[in-house]
Each structure stands twice: as structure tokens, then as C-alpha cells.
């Protein structure tokens, strides 16, 4: 029923991760084949999803300067397609743009295309910045074979064709 679908959303509730979610992050992501290395020093740029005070989803990032390293994004396999990883996404993004985030990169090895919806594009490994390089996920956590994605987190600056006088040299 439609109602039924225009409800769902509502009972989700979005907040940043605290430690008391550690053990819960680190289950679901266990449950999602997904690493857990390193998840606890960057727990303050997480958010979870949660719906009648039960986990149901989380993602988080690891700031390194003006980039930052998507990471850990996990929805219960319940949950999956009722928007709640889509809601995750674009809370992380807006979070980190504020946080002074212009590029966020990512590894994946199963969900390149769904990333493509937020506007990630594929890239080398030689593209990604050495800060973002040092993390447990390019040293081991994830496989060689995973894809990086990047995308520009300021609306403004994806917009082909527009220069960007503040985007760093180095």
C-alpha cells in the first residue's frame, strides 16, 4: 500500500554514531563483509540509521584534510532498498562538506553502480590523493581489485566547465 511506502521513511531516524553503537557498527559490518580496522578512531564522522532504536544501517568517512575516504557503508540485508542507504549517503556527504571536505573517495567491490547515483566516478589508484592512500583500506583492508570512486562533494564544483581556483596543487 502507498501509505505503507510513504510511512517507512519517517520511522527511520539519522544521528551520528556514539561509542555505545561500536559493538552494533562492528556486527553489521561483519555481517557485511565490510572491514572493521579502523572504524573506532573515525567513529565521530559516522552516522547510523535507526528504526524502533534497532541499527539498521550505517556509513562513515576518515577525514585527510580537504579528502576524506568513504567507508563502511552497510544496510541491513531487511532494510536494503527502502531508501535507508541512499538517506545514509547523502547525510555523510552533506556532513562532510561541512566538515570542509571537497573530495571523497571510495573502494567497493560490489556496489560500483549504485555509487554512480550520487555522482562517484571511477578512478585510478594513482588519482587518489597519498593521505587517503595510508588508510587501512588501501593498505590491506580491501582487496587490489576493489574500485576507487571519487566525486567532488560541493555541488557547485561538479558542474563541468566551471573552473576551481581553491582546489589544492599538491
Known amino acids: 500500500r502507498s501509505s505503507d511506502e510513504e510511512a517507512a521513511p519517517v520511522s527511520i ?4 554514531a556514539v561509542p555505545d553503537d ?3 557498527i562492528l556486527a553489521l559490518l561483519e555481517e557485511s563483509s565490510l572491514p572493521r580496522a579502523g572504524v573506532e578512531p573515525a567513529l565521530e564522522h559516522f ?5 524502533d ?5 550505517v ?7 580537504t579528502h576524506a575516504l568513504l567507508r563502511s557503508a552497510a544496510v541491513r540485508s531487511s532494510e536494503q532498498g527502502s531508501g535507508v542507504g541512499r538517506a ?3 547525510q555523510l556527504l552533506g556532513a562532510a562538506e561541512r566538515t570542509g571536505v571537497r573530495d571523497i573517495y571510495l573502494l567497493t567491490t560490489t556496489a560500483q553502480r549504485w555509487f554512480l547515483r550520487f ?3 571511477e578512478v585510478s589508484r594513482d588519482a587518489v590523493p597519498a593521505a587517503v592512500r595510508q588508510s587501512v583500506e588501501f593498505n590491506g583492508a580491501c582487496p587490489d ?8 562533494v560541493r555541488a557547485e564544483e561538479r558542474i563541468p566547465g566551471i573552473p576551481d581556483d581553491r582546489r589544492e596543487t599538491r
Open 13 to 16: 531516524q539519522l544521528r551520528q
Open 22 to 24: 561500536l559493538p552494533e
Open 47 to 51: 552516522i547510523v540509521a535507526l528504526r
Open 53 to 57: 532504536d534497532r541499527l539498521v544501517g
Open 59 to 65: 556509513v562513515g568517512f576518515e577525514p585527510y584534510g
Open 88 to 90: 545514509l549517503v547523502e
Open 119 to 121: 555522482g562517484f566516478e
Open 145 to 152: 581489485s576493489a574500485v576507487v570512486m571519487r566525486r567532488n
